[in-house]
């Protein structure tokens, strides 16, 4: 509320003011323009990591080694389309459309979260996935239960249940595959090997090249940077390794007292930005994945809208 | 719902002949919702559009839960210790009881509607009858299914309606899907031995009564979307239920079976 005495906020200052209370910004509230370009982006892009994320898991559904598994990861995938479908409301909120989102994705000129880019190539990726990958998701993820947006704050609520439930489901795999035949321990290490450096990659460039982590720090859009989450998901995932008998494959991993955390060897940053810009192993086929099913599936979108324009106008003439 | 009943009781009144003919038509049931929800799933991150991606997962997670259930039953039935994965996992394709209907390939949008159309026109209202079988198990196993499959038949109604009355592209895939499909429904409801024996033990529905609404039905939706009803005297090819399969199961079960296969006995 303006008052007379002081010199009236600016726009600006009333929204930064209420950002800084801990106040939620709504759909209808005003906002920076930046603001608003930020969640467009990070939220459809999270949208779009859901959408992307079906395609390794969806690799294993019709090979999975038991019917219970089978049903398990089924219904994970499942969930993770019903992830994208409440995230790509909360961006529409922001005034995005679900068609030009789309058609970013297919384009490349928006981004999804580069661990979809690696390949899964046994059962125990599936344990991986869920174990490690849904793990860290979760670290970005539960901050942002609380980030400054609503409708993004709220949609998060409910994914990081399910995200949760998926992260012991992946870590019950890995751990019937190490309490099984040498065979399954081997497939175990042999899949975190693979995936342990990628997930780490999932928290992002160091903070030093991070360009966008102040300001979205600052709208609470963030709350904590990327290098501190990838430190804490260490610290919580070596234990787990250890737990289940499997090594982590870093000759620099080693308590350090001192900071009561582990210090860690080096991320292989070529290969984060190689992957980021386009050159991982499987950049091309998820694309290519998503834009055949969007392309071959422009028919059926259409006959939809065809029947529901020609029901409406046989409505309205017998209205 | 009824208490379901210890297993003992629900199986010691049957004779050693119509448990052997339960087991294989229980496998048969088992082995039609196994797969048709595999071929359901195939579609999984690649559909049409995000809400039909859910749409398909679910009805593949339905028919799977029902796969389960029935395995189950069924190696109870059998009483020799295999478990519901040998069953879905170690048998070869000409073991298989399906229809063939259920393991052709998914093609595009339309032929996935139609496969399931037909499918769930027999399915839904099989299941209502089966719900009144003097059997407990598989009573209760359709109680639970039949709610499920009302809602897929709703589906697959919709959609034969949209993509009917929809564009002209849309009408010309799905009367090619009909065209290509439409002869492997009679083999749903024209029975087996065993199934005749079933019958005539009054343990499971006759088909025969079913008809009635499911003509009514495949009627009411194809005049709603516009579709001519394909001819009746169309040659109907059948023999899944009784193990001659086409090529694509083997491909099918390469898939499902293949870590199984790969690793022995061993838990996952």
Redesign the interface.
């Given at each position: 509320m303006e008052t007379l005495e002081k010199p009236a906020l600016t726009q600006e200052e009333q929204f930064q003011a209420r950002i800084d209370a801990d106040v939620r910004i709504e759909p209808k509230d005003w906002m920076p323009e930046a603001y608003r370009k930020t969640l467009i982006r990070q939220i459809s892009q999270h949208a779009h990591s859901e959408?992307v994320g079906?395609?390794p898991e969806?690799n294993w559904?019709?090979?999975?080694?038991?019917?219970?598994?089978?049903?398990i990861l089924?219904?994970k995938?499942?969930d993770e389309?019903?992830h994208?479908?409440y995230l790509?409301s909360a961006a529409e909120t922001l005034g995005a459309s679900r068609d030009q989102m789309l058609a970013d994705l297919h384009s490349g000129k928006a981004k999804y979260s580069s661990i979809f880019n690696y390949p899964t190539l046994s059962?125990a990726d599936m344990g991986c996935v869920g174990w490690l990958v849904d793990g860290a998701a979760i670290l970005n993820q539960v901050p942002l239960c609380r980030t400054s947006y609503g409708p993004y704050a709220r949609a998060m609520v409910r994914v990081c249940k399910e995200e949760s439930f998926h992260q012991r489901q992946g870590f019950e795999?890995m751990q019937?595959?190490c309490e099984?035949?040498p065979?399954?321990k081997e497939m175990a290490q042999e899949a975190l090997n693979r995936w342990w450096w990628p997930t780490l990659m999932m928290f992002g460039p160091k903070d030093s090249e991070s360009p966008n982590t102040e300001q979205s720090m600052k709208w609470r859009i963030k709350r904590f940077t990327n290098d501190e989450l990838r430190q804490k998901f260490v610290d919580m995932m070596v234990p787990q390794a250890e737990f289940l008998g499997l090594t982590v494959p870093d000759p620099a991993l080693k308590w350090n007292e001192e900071r009561k955390a582990y210090d860690f060897g080096e991320v292989n940053w070529e290969e984060f930005w190689q992957v980021v810009k386009g050159n991982g192993l499987c950049n091309a086929d998820r694309l290519q994945?998503r834009v055949?099913?969007h392309e071959?599936?422009?028919?059926?979108?259409?006959?939809?809208l065809?029947?529901a324009a020609?029901r409406k106008a046989r409505e309205g003439v017998g209205a | 719902m009824q208490a379901a009943p210890s297993e003992s009781t629900a199986l010691a009144t049957y004779s050693a002949e119509v448990r052997q003919l339960l087991f294989t038509y229980v496998v048969q049931l088992a082995d039609t919702s196994l797969i048709l929800g595999h071929r359901l799933s195939e579609w999984c991150g690649h559909g049409p559009i995000l809400e039909q991606d859910l749409a398909m997962a679910n009805i593949a997670l339905d028919l799977l839960g029902e796969t389960r259930s029935l395995y189950q039953y069924a190696a109870e039935l059998e009483g020799k210790g295999r478990t519901e994965d040998d069953l879905a996992y170690l048998r070869s394709a000409v073991e298989y009881r399906h229809p063939l209907l259920v393991e052709q390939p998914n093609g595009d949008f339309a032929h996935t509607i139609v496969r399931q159309f037909l499918f769930d026109n027999f399915h839904y209202p099989f299941l209502q009858q089966l719900k009144s079988s003097p059997d407990e198990r598989l009573a209760g196993i359709a109680e639970k299914a039949v709610k499920e499959a009302a809602y897929h038949l709703k589906w697959s109604s919709e959609w034969i309606i949209r993509l009917g009355d929809g564009t002209l592209e849309s009408r010309q895939r799905v009367e090619k899907a009909i065209a290509s499909l439409w002869r492997y429904a009679a083999e749903l409801t024209t029975p087996t031995a065993t199934e005749k024996a079933l019958q005539e033990a009054g343990i499971i529905p006759d088909y025969a009564a079913l008809q009635p609404a499911m003509v009514a039905h495949v009627a009411r939706v194809l005049e709603e979307a516009t579709l001519p009803t394909p001819p009746a005297t169309t040659f109907g090819l059948a023999g899944g239920k009784e193990g001659r399969h086409s090529e694509h199961l083997g491909y099918i079960l390469t898939e499902l079976q293949y870590v199984q296969r790969a690793y022995p006995g061993l838990t996952w």
């Amino acid at each position: 509320m303006e008052t007379l005495e002081k010199p009236a906020l600016t726009q600006e200052e009333q929204f930064q003011a209420r950002i800084d209370a801990d106040v939620r910004i709504e759909p209808k509230d005003w906002m920076p323009e930046a603001y608003r370009k930020t969640l467009i982006r990070q939220i459809s892009q999270h949208a779009h990591s859901e959408l992307v994320g079906m395609l390794p898991e969806g690799n294993w559904i019709t090979r999975a080694p038991s019917l219970k598994r089978k049903s398990i990861l089924l219904s994970k995938v499942q969930d993770e389309a019903g992830h994208g479908l409440y995230l790509y409301s909360a961006a529409e909120t922001l005034g995005a459309s679900r068609d030009q989102m789309l058609a970013d994705l297919h384009s490349g000129k928006a981004k999804y979260s580069s661990i979809f880019n690696y390949p899964t190539l046994s059962w125990a990726d599936m344990g991986c996935v869920g174990w490690l990958v849904d793990g860290a998701a979760i670290l970005n993820q539960v901050p942002l239960c609380r980030t400054s947006y609503g409708p993004y704050a709220r949609a998060m609520v409910r994914v990081c249940k399910e995200e949760s439930f998926h992260q012991r489901q992946g870590f019950e795999v890995m751990q019937t595959l190490c309490e099984g035949a040498p065979a399954q321990k081997e497939m175990a290490q042999e899949a975190l090997n693979r995936w342990w450096w990628p997930t780490l990659m999932m928290f992002g460039p160091k903070d030093s090249e991070s360009p966008n982590t102040e300001q979205s720090m600052k709208w609470r859009i963030k709350r904590f940077t990327n290098d501190e989450l990838r430190q804490k998901f260490v610290d919580m995932m070596v234990p787990q390794a250890e737990f289940l008998g499997l090594t982590v494959p870093d000759p620099a991993l080693k308590w350090n007292e001192e900071r009561k955390a582990y210090d860690f060897g080096e991320v292989n940053w070529e290969e984060f930005w190689q992957v980021v810009k386009g050159n991982g192993l499987c950049n091309a086929d998820r694309l290519q994945a998503r834009v055949q099913a969007h392309e071959e599936g422009a028919w059926v979108r259409e006959a939809a809208l065809a029947h529901a324009a020609k029901r409406k106008a046989r409505e309205g003439v017998g209205a | 719902m009824q208490a379901a009943p210890s297993e003992s009781t629900a199986l010691a009144t049957y004779s050693a002949e119509v448990r052997q003919l339960l087991f294989t038509y229980v496998v048969q049931l088992a082995d039609t919702s196994l797969i048709l929800g595999h071929r359901l799933s195939e579609w999984c991150g690649h559909g049409p559009i995000l809400e039909q991606d859910l749409a398909m997962a679910n009805i593949a997670l339905d028919l799977l839960g029902e796969t389960r259930s029935l395995y189950q039953y069924a190696a109870e039935l059998e009483g020799k210790g295999r478990t519901e994965d040998d069953l879905a996992y170690l048998r070869s394709a000409v073991e298989y009881r399906h229809p063939l209907l259920v393991e052709q390939p998914n093609g595009d949008f339309a032929h996935t509607i139609v496969r399931q159309f037909l499918f769930d026109n027999f399915h839904y209202p099989f299941l209502q009858q089966l719900k009144s079988s003097p059997d407990e198990r598989l009573a209760g196993i359709a109680e639970k299914a039949v709610k499920e499959a009302a809602y897929h038949l709703k589906w697959s109604s919709e959609w034969i309606i949209r993509l009917g009355d929809g564009t002209l592209e849309s009408r010309q895939r799905v009367e090619k899907a009909i065209a290509s499909l439409w002869r492997y429904a009679a083999e749903l409801t024209t029975p087996t031995a065993t199934e005749k024996a079933l019958q005539e033990a009054g343990i499971i529905p006759d088909y025969a009564a079913l008809q009635p609404a499911m003509v009514a039905h495949v009627a009411r939706v194809l005049e709603e979307a516009t579709l001519p009803t394909p001819p009746a005297t169309t040659f109907g090819l059948a023999g899944g239920k009784e193990g001659r399969h086409s090529e694509h199961l083997g491909y099918i079960l390469t898939e499902l079976q293949y870590v199984q296969r790969a690793y022995p006995g061993l838990t996952w």
